[in-house]
């Protein structure tokens, strides 16, 4: 597959990259982009989440199989609605009328706000989709049936794992104005740009292909200028910049090249956003707040070209000049910053470091005996996992590979450790959720205990009652954007598994805060006292403190005043003191609020931030602390007894919301009256060509090729009318799939016009499970082609972990089987079975073993062969491409193996600031490839490969591969080597292939 896609790439030339990649380019989000594969052609540029008709697994208080509880029919079966506004259409599950309502009314006054700015009015409406399928967060810009739409997700971030999204003032203002302020940067065009345009349809977006920082950077200005506060004016950009000055191994430079590409270092795709806005900042105050539009406009033709004169236009001034002043003003600002936090009340930290940073940390807790922590994180080289860190040994164990979670509470039996609990995404069709799972420390087993998503945090409370030693009552809060649910329920550990038992449901609006999401709760284990970080719809948190009972009555409430919005994860130390989360004084550090006193007091000083904590029965307080190269855990001791700062607090009787529904009921039943049932038929009317064609059928070659799908992604196709280079043959491909949850039908025509019409086709059903720590496909079809009938079946799994370096599988297990049985003459034939493993060698490398296998199990058939013999892409026999020699070598065997050695020789992270060409990484490899032709005969035990057609041969090849970024964010690849085939027929040669990925 390797070679067969650089031969592809060969025929693709940059005019096509400029075309199709420029649109994918805009697909920006708040979270990292998805890598796609050129091999897939047409299939990324109109991807929405398939997920109609999905079944509730069980209803409320019921067992859900052998995996968990059902909280409520989350995964129902939609109904997709739409209306439309003056310049946007709507689309949205029918339970989401008001937050429709709300997304309608926002995007209108958004579009207002941009089109002043930028002196643009789109021509068509822009549809946003609102979207059920995660439970993250986030939104984002991609290429629809009628051009760029915007998907959004229906949740509120969570502190948990949100702390850069946590700072705004609407959550979708805030989203809204961003994802727009891409559209709008991208709508711009002129001259050139605008021709293309003209001719092709909507797909050269010259904006789409800018850096990346500036993408992000823009659109996170003025999500900062819209809404008055946000990730322009949060504490953690400041923080995030200011570790990168103060402790980044270049001297704290942060280089324009690095991000003007995707990072490949710390904190990588985050930091686009954080230092892209402050950059826009600092032109804003140098220039005016309109300076970033007028760049826009100017840039809207090719930017590979004119993105530096439309800077030196406006300002004077080249990108790379204006990066370096902002860098010093940003150094200055930062170093009076860490020299005043340092000597703040002549206090220093006291908490000293357990780990090194080293990635992502989703949750932590300690014992109560304060000597283990237990910890999930996301590390450099891409594995994560849930460990354990032995404080007394020094010593970290890997619990579980391939989770990372959050909201870790550890179960006791005997006073020792004897579970977990904790909340990690999972996949359930096409629904990616949030669940409650159990892990048992003794056995090793992790068992889901929820269905339906949308968990986002656990904790325990005492039983009193001692005839039930193995229940736990705990307290499950689910978020949404509607506010929150809160369910007491029994979780019982026995020896068939642990099960759990709703015994109460409470929701934000029957405790007086309707609409509200009730973050991070603590109870204080063997007493009625409970605290929460409380957030409203504008984003603004306070903490509440009360009392609950052991049948889950929550009563007094009471909310604590004197704290900014920036208050959360409160956790008790005793029945009077807590300590919580805070940024009052521009950095997040741990607070202790003393109820009986009224007095709240600073008791750390970190110059970064801490960001999530726990406490030992022991007094040790255990954090999760930001630093310039990933998260580290410290740990500090007697931190209650350090009072830095005395502020004054005061508790007030919990107010209730008074925003009522009536007041909306007008508005939704207008929205409701105008709402249709959405069955677009637009998708079927393409709004792009491209010249240039790749698969679907056609090897490589010049024609007309176009995809589309609908919104919500249940119908898709493409089309493809081609001549084709490699066969010299006029082509012309038709391809559709229709997706459930559970699994896709697909239908693939091909027409080759040669000597008269030979037409091939297939169809099918095919089904993908996503896991965290693997993913696997399995598909049958029908297949004819050539005069050959049969049907074929399709298996893949893979575990592959991929470096950062660029597309490069660095560990792992890959495995393709596909079989094909032929009706006349009957024949199977296994089609192709693909296996390859990946492993780390230390630091040295990495080191790849991979074979494929064809044959007709003994049949003489000569059916198959080793090179391409043919020009289609739906015949099951294409052989295995062989290098060094001749193709088309034919028998009923056909064996290759390959193993390749990789080292990685320099990482160069660096490129030049302007010409869109940088340089990632070098590494060399030697390899050794075997190859053997023949049959398959049970004479001789000893000699079971007869070797019937004398067709083993071997090569030995050195390769040297750099890899790369091409139009700032599309990435490349090329290869030079030698390769060595001594035995007959072989050829010596060098060669160098060129590739790039999405």
């Not at 860490?338 to 014992?367: D, F, H, L």
């Not at 082509?731 to 949850?741: F, H, I, L, Q, R």
Request: aromatic fraction near 16%.
């Amino acid at each position: 597959m390797q070679n067969r896609r650089d031969y592809i790439i060969l025929s693709v030339l940059i005019f096509t990259v400029l075309l199709i990649f420029s649109a994918q380019s805009g697909q920006s989000s708040f979270t990292p982009e998805i890598s796609l594969e050129i091999e897939k052609g047409y299939s990324s540029l109109a991807s929405a989440n398939s997920f109609d008709k999905l079944q509730p697994c069980l209803t409320s208080e019921k067992s859900c199989g052998t995996t968990g509880l059902m909280l409520e029919d989350q995964n129902i079966r939609y109904k997709w609605l739409y209306y439309e506004t003056d310049h946007f259409k709507v689309i949205y599950p029918d339970k989401y009328l008001s937050l429709a309502y709300m997304i309608g009314e926002i995007s209108e006054d958004v579009y207002s706000k941009l089109s002043s700015l930028t002196h643009l009015k789109p021509e068509k409406k822009i549809t946003v989709l609102i979207s059920d399928s995660q439970d993250n967060p986030n939104g984002y810009v991609t290429l629809g049936p009628e051009g760029l739409f915007v998907t959004v997700y229906a949740i509120r971030p969570y502190s948990a794992f949100s702390y850069n999204l946590d700072e705004y003032k609407l959550w979708y203002e805030t989203l809204m104005s961003h994802e727009l302020a891409h559209i709008f940067h991208f709508r711009q065009s002129k001259k050139f740009a605008n021709g293309v345009r003209s001719v092709f349809g909507e797909i050269f977006f010259p904006n789409g292909i800018t850096p990346v920082f500036y993408r992000e950077g823009f659109a996170t200005y003025f999500e900062t200028l819209y809404c008055g506060v946000g990730r322009g004016k949060s504490s953690f950009t400041e923080m995030m910049i200011r570790e990168a000055f103060e402790k980044h191994p270049l001297n704290g430079k942060i280089y324009i090249d690095r991000y003007s590409s995707r990072p490949r270092i710390w904190p990588y795709t985050m930091g686009c956003y954080m230092y892209g806005v402050s950059f826009f900042d600092y032109l804003s105050d140098e220039y005016g707040n309109d300076v970033p539009f007028k760049i826009n406009r100017l840039s809207g033709n090719i930017p590979v070209y004119s993105f530096d004169r439309s800077f030196k236009e406006i300002t004077g001034a080249k990108i790379s000049d204006l990066w370096d002043n902002w860098l010093y003003e940003k150094s200055r600002e930062s170093s009076e910053l860490i020299e005043q936090i340092k000597n703040r009340n002549n206090g220093v930290s006291k908490i000293k470091p357990i780990s090194a940073g080293s990635g992502w940390i989703g949750s932590v807790a300690v014992t109560r005996d304060g000597k283990k922590v237990f910890y999930s994180i996301l590390t450099d080289e891409g594995e994560y996992g849930l460990y354990c860190n032995d404080l007394s040994s020094a010593k970290t164990e890997l619990i579980k590979r391939n989770i990372l979670c959050s909201s870790i509470r550890i179960i006791y039996r005997n006073k020792r450790p004897a579970g977990l609990l904790y909340v990690r995404e999972d996949f359930e069709t096409n629904f990616e959720r949030k669940n409650l799972y159990f892990f048992d420390l003794k056995t090793r087993t992790e068992d889901k205990l929820t269905e339906g998503g949308y968990v986002e945090e656990a904790d325990l409370f005492k039983d009193n009652d001692r005839r039930r030693e193995n229940a736990r009552r705990i307290l499950i809060v689910k978020n949404s954007s509607g506010g929150s649910v809160l369910y007491v329920a029994d979780f019982f550990i026995t020896p068939g598994g642990p099960t759990v038992k709703i015994l109460k449901k409470l929701d934000s609006g029957a405790l007086g805060l309707k609409r509200y999401n009730f973050e991070t709760p603590s109870i204080l284990y063997g007493s009625g006292k409970i605290a929460f970080s409380v957030k409203d719809e504008g984003g603004s948190r306070f903490l509440a403190v009360g009392n609950i009972d052991r049948r889950g009555n929550i009563a007094g409430l009471m909310r604590v005043t004197g704290l900014n919005y920036s208050a959360y994860m409160p956790k008790w130390v005793d029945e009077n003191r807590l300590i919580f989360i805070s940024d009052k004084n521009g950095v997040y550090n741990l607070y202790l609020l003393d109820l009986k006193k009224n007095r709240i007091s600073r008791i750390t000083n970190v110059v970064s931030g801490i960001f999530d904590f726990d406490i030992s029965g022991t007094g040790l307080v255990v954090c999760k602390i930001y630093s310039s190269n990933g998260f580290y855990l410290g740990a500090g001791r007697d931190l209650i007894k350090g009072w830095y700062s005395k502020l004054s607090a005061e508790t007030e009787p919990l107010f209730s919301t008074k925003r009522k529904d009536e007041a909306f009921k007008d508005a939704y039943a207008n929205i409701a009256a105008r709402s249709k049932r959405y069955r677009s038929t637009d998708y079927i009317f393409p709004c792009f060509w491209s010249p240039f064609v790749a698969g679907n059928g056609i090897y490589s070659g010049v024609g007309f090729f176009t995809a589309n799908s609908d919104y919500i992604g249940r119908f898709g196709y493409s089309v493809g009318i081609a001549y084709d280079f490699y066969d010299n043959s006029f082509k012309t491909s038709v391809e559709g799939s229709y997706s459930w949850p559970d699994f896709d039908v697909f239908g693939k025509l091909l027409f080759r016009y040669e000597r008269g019409v030979q037409p091939a086709y297939h169809f099918g059903i095919k089904k993908e499970i996503i896991r965290s720590s693997f993913l696997t496909y399995g598909g049958v079809g029908y297949l004819y082609e050539g005069g050959y009938g049969g049907i074929d079946f399709d298996v893949n799994y893979s575990s592959v972990r991929y470096s950062y370096m660029w597309a490069w599988p660095i560990s792992g297990f890959f495995v393709k089987s596909s079989s094909y049985f032929n009706f006349k003459p009957q024949m199977f034939i296994l089609e192709g079975l693909a296996i390859s493993y990946n492993f780390n060698i230390k630091n040295a490398g990495f080191f790849n073993i991979r074979g494929e296998v064809l044959t007709d199990f003994g049949g003489q058939s000569g059916f198959v062969y080793t090179g391409r013999a043919k020009g289609y892409l739906y015949a099951p026999l294409n052989g295995i491409l062989s290098t060094g020699y001749p193709d088309r070598v034919y028998g009923s065997l056909a064996m290759k193996q390959v193993f390749r050695y990789t080292i990685p020789l320099v990482s160069i992270e660096r490129g030049l600031s302007i010409f869109p060409l940088y340089f990632n990484s070098v590494l060399f490899s030697v390899y050794e490839t075997n190859y053997q032709i023949g049959g398959i005969v049970p004479a001789s035990p000893n000699n079971f490969f007869e070797d019937i057609y004398k067709g083993f041969r071997f090569s030995l090849a050195a390769e040297i591969v750099l890899n790369l970024t091409l139009m700032y964010d599309v990435l490349g690849r090329i290869s030079a080597g030698y390769e060595v085939s001594p035995m007959y027929g072989g050829v010596n040669r060098i060669y160098i292939r060129f590739g790039f990925s999405m």
